[in-house]
């Protein structure tokens, strides 16, 4: 089967701050972009130029059904913005080997990187649109475009959705922090595998049923970890109720009904209940969420070998 009807009818063209701002919103980091290099957008046009680059039957699918209160002609649905390179890349060596060796002083090297090097800060997709291959379609289409050997972008999500990869650039893996590889480790040896992360609120059920010690053992571990991340203040239990870890003095056996004693002062589980539940799993998914923010570095030079 072809491509559908609405991915034919989208082109690749310069674009403008005004395009950027009008998709702006649907990025996670919603803010004004500084200087840039380069914008392009993905835009719909009429049926009958979209249909210029072959001959081809038009196919129904249920996308297009969806779309057809879209704004129509003329709308961007993607955005692509390229900036100028930051200084200190730490995977920026790794990934282009001796390239940059040999030019003298730091002012050389970066004089070298500004003049043949752009960044890609900003891809943006419109919600109904996505699932659909633009975002790798944008960068692919883009990065000759931009006039300079080498585009690179940095990435924490590349890893759940690799679409800098799909449009033909090269991924380097940082290395993994000290701290989270511990906390892997500390969660693997209380049997919760890296296959079980994907759902927050289950892991913090397991946790829950785990001994009392190795639990009390595993949620400092966690405060800790969050705490390298500049994470700090008052840790929270992820058995439903709110406490001071360090100073627990008693973990009695029965369930939330009971009364705790953490640092000589009597808590009440029942009126914490609600909110510890709640805690406990945003901290399970704020330690989640960290260690799957390994940085990623991606990279593509102009007349190198391009992933298909």
Not at 70 to 95: F, N, Q, T, W
Not at 118 to 135: F, K, T
Not at 152 to 165: D, I, K, R, T, Y
Request: hydrophobic share 35%; net charge positive; glycine share 12%.
């Amino acid at each position: 089967m072809g491509e559908c009807s609405v991915v034919r009818g989208l082109v690749v063209e310069r674009g403008s701050r005004a395009d950027y701002e009008g998709l702006s919103g649907y990025h996670y980091r919603d803010e004004k972009i500084g200087p840039y290099s380069n914008i392009f957008v993905l835009r719909r046009v009429e049926e009958d130029r979209s249909k210029k680059t072959g001959d081809r039957r038009r196919e129904k699918c249920e996308r297009c059904e969806s779309l057809k209160g879209a704004k129509g002609a003329g709308e961007v649905v993607g955005v692509i913005v390229y900036s100028m390179p930051a200084g200190g890349v730490e995977l920026r060596r790794e990934a282009l080997g001796g390239y940059f060796d040999g030019l003298g002083n730091r002012a050389a090297v970066m004089k070298f990187i500004n003049e043949r090097v752009r960044v890609i800060s900003r891809v943006i997709i419109e919600p109904r649109y996505r699932g659909l291959g633009l975002a790798a379609r944008l960068v692919r289409e883009t990065m000759g475009q931009v006039g300079v050997e080498i585009v690179e972008a940095l990435a924490v999500m590349g890893q759940v959705n690799p679409f800098f990869e799909k449009a033909g650039m090269r991924a380097f893996y940082g290395p993994e922090r000290t701290e989270a590889k511990v906390m892997r480790e500390a969660l693997s040896w209380a049997g919760i595998e890296e296959s079980e992360w994907i759902d927050p609120a289950c892991v913090c059920e397991k946790i829950n049923r785990l001994d009392a010690g190795v639990k009390l053992w595993l949620v400092g571990e966690m405060g800790k970890f969050l705490g390298a991340y500049g994470r700090k203040g008052r840790e929270k239990t992820v058995a439903g109720c709110e406490l001071r870890v360090a100073g627990l003095k008693e973990v009695p056996k029965c369930g939330c009904a009971e009364v705790r004693k953490c640092e000589g002062k009597v808590v009440s589980d029942k009126k914490q209940e609600t909110s510890g539940v709640e805690e406990g799993v945003r901290m399970v998914s704020m330690v989640l969420k960290k260690l799957g923010a390994r940085a990623v570095y991606y990279v593509w030079k102009m007349g190198g070998e391009e992933r298909k």
